[in-house]
C-alpha cells in the first residue's frame, strides 16, 4: 500500500523567507505526484504536478517541486513566500496502476507573517 | 463556470438523520470522487465512479451511499447519521483515470449534532 508523509506538520516563515516543504512516499512503483493547496475555508487547488519527464516541475505562484526518484522524495520549494501563501499544503501520490487510489499526507499548515 | 460544485456549503443535522450532498462537474470529466476531511485535515477517498460505474468503494460503513445519475453527476447519501460523521465532503472529478489530475469542489461542512 502507498503512503505519503509530509514530516513539517506547521511552519511559520516571515515574508521573503524562503521555503522547502517535505514530502516523502512509499510504493513499489511508478508513480504521479501533486502538489495541492487549501487557503482558509477554501477548497483544494493543484499547485503543480509530476507524470514523467523534467523531475524540477514549475507551478503556480512561483512554486516549484522536484521529484528525486532514488531519495522517493517530491519536496516544495519557493525562493521567497508572501504572506497570501498562508495556506495547508498537501502532498498527494497514486500509483499508474488502474486500482490506485489518491493518498494525501497529512500536509502542512503554512503560516507567514509580515 | 464553476468547474466542480456541491451542495450544500454547510450542513448541521441532528444524530440519526438522512442526508445528501450533491456534486455536480462541468468540465466533461469521466470520474468522480468523494472525500472525507477529518478535523486534522486529513483527506481520505471514500469513492471513486467512473462512467456511472463504481470502482473504487474504500471501507465506508454502509451508511454512506454513493449515486450518480450521470457521468457529471455523483451524489452522496448518508443515513443515521452519527457524530463522527462530522467532517469537511469534498467531491472531486478527474478527465479519464484515476491516475490523471484531480480537481476539487469547494467542500461541505458536515456538522452533526
Known amino acids: 500500500a502507498q503512503s505519503v508523509s509530509q514530516h513539517n506538520h506547521h511552519v511559520i516563515l516571515s515574508e521573503a523567507a524562503s521555503l522547502e516543504l517535505g514530502c516523502n512516499y512509499s510504493y513499489g512503483g511508478t508513480v504521479n505526484l501533486f502538489w495541492y493547496v487549501q487557503y482558509p475555508g477554501q477548497h483544494l487547488q493543484l499547485l503543480l504536478k509530476?507524470?514523467?519527464?523534467?523531475?524540477l516541475v514549475k507551478g503556480i505562484k512561483g512554486f516549484e517541486a522536484e521529484f528525486i526518484k532514488s531519495k522517493f522524495s517530491f519536496n516544495l520549494r519557493k525562493p521567497s513566500v508572501q504572506w497570501s501563501d498562508t495556506a495547508e499544503y498537501f502532498c498527494?501520490?497514486?500509483?499508474?496502476?488502474?486500482?490506485?487510489?489518491?493518498?494525501f499526507g497529512t500536509g502542512t499548515r503554512l503560516q507567514v507573517t509580515l | 463556470d464553476t468547474a466542480v460544485s456541491q451542495t450544500p456549503k454547510y450542513l448541521v443535522t441532528q444524530m440519526g438523520n438522512d442526508k445528501s450532498i450533491k456534486c455536480e462537474q462541468n468540465?466533461?470529466?469521466?470520474?468522480m470522487y468523494w472525500y472525507k476531511q477529518d478535523s486534522k485535515k486529513f483527506l481520505k477517498i471514500m469513492f471513486s465512479y467512473n462512467n456511472k460505474e463504481l470502482i473504487i468503494n474504500e471501507t465506508v460503513p454502509n451508511r454512506f451511499s454513493p449515486k450518480s445519475p450521470d457521468k457529471a453527476h455523483l451524489n452522496l447519501h448518508i443515513n443515521s447519521l452519527e457524530l463522527g460523521d462530522s467532517a469537511v465532503y469534498f467531491c472531486?472529478?478527474?478527465?479519464?483515470?484515476?491516475?490523471?489530475?484531480?480537481?476539487f469542489g469547494p467542500g461541505t461542512r458536515l456538522t452533526v449534532l
Open positions: 468540465l466533461g470529466h469521466d470520474t
Open positions: 509530476y507524470f514523467s519527464g523534467d523531475p
Open positions: 472531486a472529478s478527474s478527465r479519464g483515470l484515476v491516475t490523471d489530475t484531480q480537481y
Open positions: 498527494a501520490v497514486i500509483g499508474t496502476g488502474t486500482a490506485s487510489k489518491l493518498t
